[in-house]
């Protein structure tokens, strides 16, 4: 068990350490939880400490403008944040410790807030980009550093407060924020500030409007036109309103965009104006003066004319390829396959895949145009695709990576036709070849090698590999073709259709990619794809479409079993064609009918020991008065075949479901909670009867009568209910609660399988089965049955231990003639073990063992037994009608098949012997699968049915005597 909670506090930490978006409706995160956006939401200062979930450490860039935050004291600490956006809030001070709770902060935005002063330990900062414009700042004497402190940071607007307004205490002075006229919007807020050191008071249109010396319009109307003046005494200081109308249209719209080089939020704009941002990550390579981002909103109230050219990309990666470019270099190409080949390829993110790829493109059209170096540079692009396709892809399902990526297999197609024909390229996950097929037919085959191959060699002659492969091309001899012309054809070979990318269910099977260009009008060609095809069907990449045609006239399925799908096609002159196998995309909307003939012994064989665990359980059910065994037993056995009963089934006609997402996955999470729950009942039988045997052997509970009567409130959990015919007692153990048994093995597989589903629900689905998908994920399933299996053989080997010890004993007593006739022995300390059960009178040894006399035992069976499970007189102790180490035995023969069964189902889908080419290799796994799961139902109907003679007399005396009453029945036998 201690294993057990280990496992379970690695998972929570794992889960606790886990980022994630606030679930919360206020916010917008990227995909990689960098950028954060909560604005326009109207927020408070409540915001924070009510979030479920805290922003995650990974965040660079938080916007939080446009709300009404007072304060931002209880915002948790980004150690990561570079970027911190308050404008247009309700600040009226900041915290001390800014700095230290962000410390990679550079840029900090808090223009149009209620700030009146600057706490002092901003003066250690310098490498800051700050924003201060149209706050109400109180220029006193101890705001006075912050003059020369503006001259240390990157200021991007001036404020109010120039170096004479400060200590300006013997003569009065008068400032008003903002200084020039504004023209505003509808329901926009709008903050008005009088400075002076004598009293001030504000009118608006030369009539008087309030003596606060602050003005603060929520939502601006129409009506807030105007002329706004502030007085103190004979000075006064006035600036113009103009709110315009937002049914007018003269305006663009405020937007905000997450690109390559940062986030940026465009304002609501005047049509014909020119907005500029600053950049958030610097100037790029090329540029060393202060950058720039720009957005002209046109006359027709649209943006236009976005240039972030300035700007610096957001990555290292993409600033790396930004400043290779900003040298002029002319092998461009080279530098970047050197760059990326020592990169870790977990490091490269999305807008450095773009920008790759837009590199690629431009170096290729360069290509074209100069035709010089063809061969060179189609290596290069070859060699950093590979290294794309081998990035885990995360963002397959964004239109501009998909867009991207489609770019990109054009680029790769176009360069290999104008390649020569000795032009070869080999990587990982593509290859790609010219090739010139003599007469007599060729056949080429792609070995399952860490690097692709594409080997190729005349039929019929001798041409023969034995190691497993992934496809094989074979190209026949045309009809009416003389015997001394060949055939030319370019090919590209993936590994994955990752280039290949649609709206539907992502492809991972591999893709041929073929183009005649002979002079030959029609040229047959048979493909043929391994691996687990037997529900698949053959695609046809579609280009205009972008998506696989499943229906073609252009390719015929020739043969298809559940290790390999073969297509003869017909390809015309300069005419490509790119082929693969989709699995499930036959259009089948049946749940339960994805079958075939090789897998119809696992359907037999799980539906009839399904069958044979319902029977069991209905038998022990109806006739449970007659059973004679403990009810911790009966409970064990029922939820074990239950959980059998279900798990079969489920496996046979569910694990293959995976095109319904939702559905496969809860079979995937039904099929690892029941898993363990089989296992577990197990242990808790083995448990059972080690228990019984131990209270049985050590006494425990059963007193001697002097303790008794010394101390009459101590309860005992063994009593003496009769005694037999050697004069032996018989025991029986009290009942105790069997709640707790359902609580372990039904709430212990709970929490193992609502952890792993908590950490990710992702992990229980694959392309093929409704499982597992990985081996971390697996680990959930093997350590926690691992742990059940060490449990429940040391319950059995101390159960065998046990046993041993009562059978000498039991043999001991017998021998013993008469009780009169012992005489009394000193107890050694060396023999306290040996003669435990003998020194103590009233802790004999119970019957344990069947009686011979059969007649008697079936007597007794009948007579006192009608609540066996409920610990009556005959079940107290062990099961009667097994001898208790048949019982371990048996519960050792049941963990050894439900281990090969288990091996056999893992057999079915990884097939481990594939490299070895042993015919009908799977049938062997589906009838292995088969046999063992009839071999453990037919011996449990068998051991726990059929030679149980409480049941069997049951039903012969209701058959033939259902008149007669049972003491009558009992005294005929006695």
């Not at 300035?310 to 600033?319: D, G, K, P, V």
């Not at 998909?402 to 996950?429: C, D, M, P």
């Not at 045609?549 to 096609?569: A, G």
């Not at 032996?728 to 009942?735: C, E, F, H, S, V």
């Amino acid at each position: 068990m201690l294993s057990f909670y280990l496992l379970l506090i690695f998972y929570l930490i794992q889960y606790s350490l886990t980022d994630q978006c606030p679930s919360i409706k206020s916010c917008i995160c990227s995909s990689d939880l960098t950028i954060i956006s909560c604005i326009n939401h109207q927020l408070t200062d409540d915001f924070f400490p009510n979030l479920d979930i805290q922003f995650p450490q990974s965040t660079t860039i938080l916007n939080l403008s446009l709300n009404s935050f007072t304060s931002i004291n209880s915002l948790t600490n980004l150690n990561n944040l570079q970027i911190l956006d308050l404008s247009y809030n309700k600040l009226n001070s900041l915290p001390s410790n800014l700095f230290s709770k962000f410390p990679q902060l550079s840029s900090l935005y808090l223009q149009n807030n209620s700030l009146t002063t600057i706490p002092k330990t901003f003066n250690e900062i310098s490498n800051i980009n700050l924003d201060l414009s149209n706050n109400p700042l109180n220029c006193t004497c101890q705001l006075k550093w912050i003059i020369k402190w503006f001259e240390t940071i990157n200021l991007r607007k001036k404020i109010n407060c120039p170096e004479k307004d400060f200590c300006l205490n013997k003569k009065n002075f008068l400032t008003i924020t903002p200084e020039q006229s504004q023209v505003v919007y509808e329901n926009d807020s709008f903050t008005l500030n009088c400075l002076s050191n004598t009293k001030t008071f504000w009118t608006f249109n030369h009539q008087y409007y309030s003596s606060n010396s602050t003005i603060f319009i929520p939502f601006l109307q129409l009506n807030h036109s105007g002329l706004y003046t502030c007085h103190s005494l004979n000075q006064n200081r006035s600036i113009s309103l103009h709110v315009l109308n937002l049914q007018l249209n003269h305006f663009c719209q405020s937007i905000q965009m997450d690109t390559s080089k940062g986030y940026f939020y465009w304002p609501r704009t005047l049509t014909g104006q020119k907005i500029q941002l600053k950049c958030p990550f610097g100037s790029a390579a090329w540029y060393d003066n202060f950058a720039q981002a720009s957005y002209i909103c046109s006359i027709n109230r649209q943006w236009m004319d976005l240039d972030l050219s300035q700007c610096a990309f957001r990555t290292n990666i993409s600033r790396e390829f930004d400043r290779l470019l900003s040298k002029n270099q002319t092998n461009i190409l080279a530098k970047l396959v050197t760059y990326v080949s020592k990169q870790n390829l977990q490091d490269i993110q999305f807008d450095d895949i773009i920008f790759l790829i837009d590199l690629i493109d431009e170096e290729q059209n360069k290509t074209l145009y100069t035709r010089k170096n063809i061969e060179e540079i189609s290596m290069l692009i070859y060699r950093l695709t590979d290294f794309i396709l081998q990035i885990q892809q995360d963002f397959i399902q964004i239109k501009q990576y998909q867009l991207a990526l489609n770019r990109l297999r054009f680029i790769l197609e176009e360069l290999l036709y104008r390649t020569n024909h000795s032009w070869v390229y080999v990587g990982k996950q593509l290859t790609a070849m010219t090739l010139e097929s003599p007469l007599p037919p060729t056949i080429c085959f792609i070995p399952n090698r860490p690097l692709l191959t594409i080997i190729c060699g005349i039929i019929n002659r001798h041409f023969k590999r034995h190691e497993s492969k992934l496809a094989t091309i074979e190209f026949p001899l045309p009809a009416n073709t003389s015997h001394n012309h060949s055939s030319t054809f370019k090919i590209i070979f993936y590994r994955q259709a990752t280039l290949f990318t649609t709206n539907m269910k992502i492809n991972n099977n591999p893709v041929i990619y073929l183009k005649p260009v002979t002079s030959i009008k029609i040229s047959p060609v048979k493909l043929t794809f391994f691996g687990e095809s037997n529900q698949a069907s053959i695609g046809i990449w579609n280009t205009d479409k972008t998506a696989w045609q499943m229906k073609s006239s252009t390719c015929k399925i020739d043969q298809q079993n559940i290790d390999l799908i073969s297509t003869d096609c017909i390809l015309t002159e300069n005419t490509s064609l790119s082929i693969t196998y989709l699995n499930n995309f036959d259009g089948n909307k049946s749940l339960f009918l994805n079958t075939n003939y090789l897998e119809l012994a696992i359907y037999v064989s799980s539906i009839i020991a399904s069958i044979c665990f319902f029977i069991c359980i209905f038998f022990y059910i109806c006739c449970h008065k007659v059973y004679l065994m403990p009810r911790s037993f009966f409970h064990c056995l029922i939820n074990y075949w239950l959980s059998l009963a279900i798990l079969l089934p489920l496996f046979a006609f569910g694990i293959r479901q995976s095109q319904y997402l939702f559905f496969c996955q809860f079979i995937a999470i039904t099929l690892h909670y029941l898993c363990l729950t089989t296992i577990l009942w197990l242990t808790l039988l083995a448990y059972c009867i080690w228990q019984k045997l131990y209270y049985i052997w050590s006494g425990k509970g059963h007193e001697d009568d002097d303790e008794m009567n010394d101390n009459p409130k101590r309860k005992s959990s063994v009593t003496i209910v009769d005694y037999d015919d050697d004069g032996l007692p018989i025991m029986k153990l009290k009942a105790k609660p069997i709640i707790q048994f359902y609580l372990l093995a039904y709430g212990i597989s709970f929490i193992i399988c609502g952890i792993n589903v908590a950490i990710s629900r992702d992990q229980y689905i694959t392309n093929k089965i409704c499982f597992l998908n990985n081996f971390e994920s697996l680990l959930a399933l093997f350590i926690p049955i691992a742990i059940f299996i060490f449990l429940l053989l040391i319950f059995v080997l101390a159960a065998r231990i046990n046993l041993k010890r009562l059978t000498k004993e039991a043999i001991r007593l017998r021998n013993i003639p008469d009780e009169t006739e012992i005489e009394p022995e000193t107890t050694n300390d060396n023999d306290n073990d040996e003669n435990n059960l003998s020194s103590k009178p009233n802790e004999t040894l119970p019957i344990i063992i069947p009686s011979n006399n059969l007649n008697i035992e079936q007597g007794l069976a009948h007579m006192d037994c009608r609540q066996s499970h409920l610990d009556s007189l005959c079940s107290s102790d062990m099961d009667h009608q097994h001898q208790p180490s048949n019982q371990l035995i048996s519960i050792l023969f049941q963990l050894f098949l439900l281990i090969f069964i288990f091996l056999s189902c893992i057999a079915i889908y990884i097939h481990p012997l594939q490299s070895y080419n042993i015919p009908f290799e799977h049938s062997i796994y589906n009838h292995l699968y088969g046999i063992f799961v009839l071999l453990l139902a037919f011996y449990t109907l068998a051991f726990y049915i059929l030679t149980r003679s409480d049941l069997t007399m049951h039903c012969q005396y209701y058959n033939c005597c259902p008149n007669r009453k049972k003491k009558t029945f009992i005294k005929s036998i006695i």
